[in-house]
């Protein structure tokens, strides 16, 4: 079966990094959304996908998920030999294709699906706390989409000595099309509007491009990766060797400089909505008229003076629409060592700060990174509510009050099944025991 792929990264609109990774060798492709503070998380997912590929050489597929737990010993490893590299990690999905089945291999809270004829059915199970309240009953699937902590994971790469990895196999036919990407797209778009795209665009460079361009319109909170797999009966025609050249140009890398990517500068750069780009301009031309009849040859001049009145009201009105959004939001990160409730988002484009904090509390912010839930805690917790992010913060204390307080870091305790399979015959992970 032939198979053409195509790959899209981007660093969206919220983050000052791209911590997301990918990899596209024939036979093995993969994704990985590294964790941790400073430049951990761009370390933790390139050293995964790296220890990943190793296995091409040697050529022994079979052992696949030994090579994963080998890059999850890798990871950890150097986060522990290194200080400014504690606590790192990351999620990693890959898919290797064989000769009559597709591999997939699964960490954490990125995603595969499949799109088989219109449907998109999800063949992971995320690595998440609300995942697992779902398969609890305690939430419902819904809430959990909207969840403020869905991005707290109880299973990540490299963070402990040896990790549990989820094994899924597909027989892929013809017209199949196999979606590996990272949270930064499924966090801000419904399946619904995911497998509209993937329907309407036959390209999957495209397709992936197109991907990437909707998540960022609808927030792009976080970093954003597709990669597309489609899988048909044609033969290559003789000579072909396009996915060949492409695979080789992008092999694994955070956000590599290959792909049609913006710079992490370009897209920083906060882009007037253009809703208030034309309210800011009808704004100023209403006022103009008396300008202009002060005579013909100013007229240039004023239309200049209008023009750049306009952008300098529209950048000003894009900038109050920032503030107004970033002062309704809270999150629960780190200050000075500490977990501390903050209001605004985590993020400073162009070195301005949208944050500040509220209060520090007297938790210490290592601690409760030692703890598996806690671990995304230096990139900031998104609470939509002050009320909400105290009760992280309460569930950060009652956490660290569990695993035993007056002990050095404790870890803590993986309670999750081993080696789960999702069913590719479901749309989405239905609680285990229902319907
Ligand atoms: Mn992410």
């Excluded at 031309?285 to 202009?292: H, N, Q, V």
């Excluded at 938790?363 to 609470?383: K, V």
Aim: with cysteine; hydrophobic share 40%.
């Amino acid at each position: 079966m032939r198979v053409t792929f195509g790959v899209a990264t981007d660093i969206g609109r919220a983050r000052e990094r791209n911590e997301d990774s990918y990899l596209a060798q024939e036979p093995l492709f993969a994704v990985a959304d590294g964790m941790g503070g400073h430049r951990a998380g761009d370390v933790a997912s390139a050293l995964a996908l790296q220890t990943l590929q190793d296995i091409a050489a040697s050529g022994d597929w079979d052992g696949l998920v030994d090579q994963v737990r080998k890059a999850n010993r890798v990871v950890f490893d150097r986060s522990t030999g290194d200080r400014s590299l504690s606590g790192m990690g990351t999620t990693l999905t890959a898919a290797l294709i064989g000769d009559s089945a597709v591999r997939l291999v699964h960490v954490g809270d990125s995603r595969a699906y499949l799109v088989r004829d219109g449907e998109l059915r999800m063949l992971t199970e995320d690595h998440t706390l609300v995942q697992r309240m779902v398969r609890e009953g305690k939430i419902s699937a819904e809430e959990a989409g909207n969840h403020p902590q869905r991005s707290i994971l109880t299973r990540a790469l490299g963070v402990e000595e040896d990790v549990p990895v989820d094994e899924v196999s597909v027989e892929p036919r013809s017209g199949d099309r196999i979606l590996l990407c990272t949270d930064g797209l499924t966090g801000m778009m419904r399946d619904a509007s995911i497998a509209e795209i993937l329907q309407n665009t036959p390209d999957p460079q495209e397709a992936a491009e197109k991907l990437v361009n909707a998540a960022n319109r609808a927030g792009g909170l976080d970093n954003i990766t597709v990669l597309i797999l489609d899988f048909s009966d044609a033969r290559r025609a003789p000579g072909e060797d396009g996915d060949a050249a492409r695979a080789t140009r992008t092999v694994a890398g955070t956000a590599p400089a290959g792909a049609a990517v913006p710079s992490a500068e370009e897209r920083s750069t906060p882009a007037p909505r253009s809703g208030e780009d034309t309210v800011a301009i009808q704004a100023v031309e209403d006022r103009a008229p008396s300008d202009r009849g002060a005579g013909p040859p100013r007229r240039r001049g004023i239309r200049i003076l209008v023009w750049l009145l306009a952008v300098v009201a529209a950048v000003g009105l894009a900038f109050l629409g920032i503030r107004l959004y970033v002062n309704s939001q809270w999150y629960v990160g780190v200050d000075e060592g500490n977990v501390a409730i903050f209001k605004g988002i985590p993020a400073e484009p162009l070195g301005i700060s949208l944050h500040h904090v509220v209060e520090r509390t007297e938790l210490s912010a290592q601690d409760a990174q030692q703890l598996a839930s806690w671990r995304r805690l230096p990139d900031g917790i998104n609470a939509d509510s002050e009320e909400r992010a105290r009760s992280i913060v309460e569930q950060i204390r009652d956490d660290l009050a569990d695993a035993g307080g007056e002990g050095g870091p404790v870890q803590a305790p993986e309670p999750e099944a081993t080696g789960e399979t999702a069913t590719p015959e479901t749309g989405t992970p239905e609680p285990e025991g229902t319907g």
